[in-house]
């Protein structure tokens, strides 16, 4: 059987750095499940790899996509299975990377049979959105269902939209609507989860927003105004910086805001990988040595 080896754990915490030693290792390919990496527009506040970095091993999935595309998980799972399936004509071993939880489940267990999208109840929720703000949203997909709202991406109006549209359809929580058959693939799956103290990874994150905003954040969010009510950029790091910009906050508490809802995003992400059993968990401090270490046994 070919292996995949994904990648796991929060934002900020080195799984670029891993996926692509791993790559060269094995001398394989790149499948990045990064959702908001897939807009060549937003390549700072997302923290796509550098050119340096993509030109070390070759990657799928990023930038492939304008902030103007509609792109839905279904449309992911899709491609990025054909794509598996492609590498895996030439090679042994390929590497998932990204921290986008339900993106990396799609590609290793499937989607439910989920309905499609009902534009009345999708109509129903922008307009919530306009008039009430996304708290509204959150509030009411907190009470309909807890389980899914602790893990969810609570910022991303997408995912908020997704869910109460198919706990309205249905009748039934997302987090039932999601927990059944997992699909059978071609392939094994070695998932490889990088740790840290919680006070590392919110360092981390401080660091990282504060290399983002060097590295011109505030310029690329200005570039991107005339888009700011697209799906794509109603995000962490993006919706706090268009509020700077129509005056409502000041720059130094939208940055602040910005490292709040990183933080806030990690602890999610942290929530969802301890529920899960099959993670093999390497330190931050020596990832690559153990993974490569890891991975001989069991390749």
Not at 55 to 64: D, K, L, T
Request: hydrophobic share 40%.
């Amino acid at each position: 059987m070919k292996k995949l080896i994904s990648i796991v754990g929060t934002t900020g915490i080195g799984k670029t750095k891993l996926a692509i030693e791993i790559a060269k290792h094995y001398a394989t390919e790149i499948i990045s499940c990064d959702s908001r990496q897939f807009f060549r527009e937003m390549t700072i506040g997302t923290a796509t790899p550098s050119r340096e970095e993509l030109a070390e091993v070759p990657h799928h999935f990023i930038g492939n996509l304008s902030v103007e595309n509609y792109y839905s998980i279904g449309q992911f799972e899709k491609e990025a299975i054909q794509k598996i399936e492609e590498l895996f004509t030439q090679h042994d071993v390929g590497v998932l990377v990204g921290g986008s939880m339900m993106y990396e489940k799609a590609v290793l267990e499937g989607l439910n049979d989920l309905p499609e999208a009902d534009a009345r109840n999708q109509n129903k929720l922008e307009q919530m959105l306009r008039d009430e703000g996304i708290e509204k949203l959150q509030q009411m997909l907190q009470e309909l269902d807890p389980d899914y709202f602790g893990t969810v991406d609570q910022d991303n109006p997408r995912r908020l939209f997704r869910a109460l549209d198919i706990i309205w359809q249905t009748g039934k929580t997302y987090t039932e609507n999601i927990a059944g058959h997992v699909q059978k693939r071609d392939f094994d799956v070695i998932r490889i989860g990088i740790e840290a103290p919680r006070e590392i990874i919110y360092e981390r994150i401080n660091q990282r927003v504060n290399k983002m905003l060097a590295e011109g954040l505030v310029e690329e969010v200005k570039s991107l105004l005339p888009f700011k009510n697209k799906l794509a950029l109603r995000t962490v790091g993006y919706s706090e910086l268009f509020k700077y910009f129509e005056g409502e906050w000041t720059l130094d508490f939208a940055v602040e805001e910005i490292k709040k809802n990183s933080r806030r995003f990690a602890k999610r992400q942290l929530t969802w990988y301890r529920k899960e059993e099959n993670i093999h968990w390497v330190n931050f401090e020596n990832s690559v040595a153990e993974s490569l270490s890891l991975l001989k046994t069991l390749i």
